[in-house]
């Protein structure tokens, strides 16, 4: 029998549980604490892998392969992987601890204030979303080839941003890679969360990076106007319009943001991959032009900071 995780526990020997930071349908995250000599303390998270799923061989492989992927990413748009640990019957994954809160918290306290998001500070999230999504794409093997990693997830939900104004892409969970050691999806089963699916996977197609772009697209969309761009009455209406990539025009309902900022995300909300842009790096790129056109009075990590700030004391 696994160990019941409990605050103070210890686990591999050197990561204490603090207390439950947030509960998934896979796992428990954890605030945990590191020490080390000489009176060193470091915050990290310990996502905790649920005991239900522990003893299923093909859950355990996800968790793993969502560890090995996230190690392997180098971004500061991506959340580090510290540390894998099966200890007493529970399977943990070590990570850097991010305090803030979800892209979607953020858009509902706007909402709730009613109020709308800026739209240099959602343009300014789109370009941490993209660098994270490149840093998975460009990804390299051992041996200098190409592995690119497809998200296949991406989401208001595993989009984190940070009290000091950063942008955090988390959850490698159902990501696809060519080196992955084994298929953890049953035949015609599809990954990803139903609202962010681009065409060609709502299709029967195979994930590629440019579907990442179009789930891109559909959040920062999302965090413009308040509410999901593909939400039907029902799954099956919202299979048709993503279908046939029913994209809503954003500036009658956003009419304060720049035409070319818009255009960049209608491009990635382009029914084929093809009129797509031909990475995110680029679509990133793209949207900091956009930006450094607009004169700020103050820096937008700092303007994301703040209003990040504010929201999680308002939410507790």
């Not at 299923?56 to 991506?78: K, T």
């Not at 793209?286 to 009075?297: E, H, M, N, P, S």
Request: proline share 6%.
């Amino acid at each position: 029998m696994a160990e019941e995780p409990r605050p103070g526990l210890i686990v591999g020997g050197r990561y204490e549980l603090i207390e439950v930071a947030g509960r998934g349908g896979m796992a428990d995250v954890w605030r945990g604490r590191v020490r080390g000599d000489s009176g060193f303390v470091r915050d990290v998270a310990v996502k905790q892998m649920h005991q239900n799923l522990a003893s299923q061989p093909q859950y355990v492989a996800m968790f793993v392969e969502e560890a090995r992927i996230g190690s392997s990413l180098q971004s500061p748009n991506v959340s580090e992987v510290h540390d894998f640990i099966h200890d007493r019957g529970n399977y943990y994954m070590v990570l850097e601890w991010i305090d803030g809160i979800d892209l979607g918290s953020w858009v509902r306290w706007h909402l709730a204030h009613d109020e709308q998001t800026r739209w240099e500070l959602v343009a300014a999230v789109g370009v941490g979303i993209l660098r994270g999504l490149a840093a998975a794409h460009e990804r390299l093997g051992p041996d200098g080839r190409p592995m690119p990693v497809v998200h296949r997830d991406v989401s208001p939900h595993n989009v984190l941003l940070t009290t000091r104004g950063m942008v955090k892409l988390i959850d490698f969970g159902l990501a696809l890679a060519p080196d992955r050691r084994q298929e953890t999806t049953d035949p015609g089963i599809v990954k990803g969360k139903m609202s962010y699916l681009a065409p060609e996977i709502v299709g029967g197609g195979r994930p590629v990076p440019g579907s990442d772009q179009f789930a891109c697209g559909s959040v920062l969309w999302e965090a413009l106007v308040g509410r999901k761009l593909f939400d039907g009455a029902t799954d099956y209406e919202t299979y048709c319009r993503l279908r046939d990539c029913m994209v809503q025009p954003l500036r009658p309902l956003r009419p304060d943001v720049p035409q070319p900022f818009a255009q960049i995300i209608h491009r990635a909300l382009s029914p084929s991959i093809d009129t797509r842009f031909p990475s995110t790096r680029e679509m990133a790129r793209q949207i900091g032009t956009v930006l450094k056109k607009v004169q700020l009075r103050k820096d937008l990590h700092t303007l994301l900071s703040r209003s990040v700030g504010e929201a999680r004391t308002a939410l507790g």
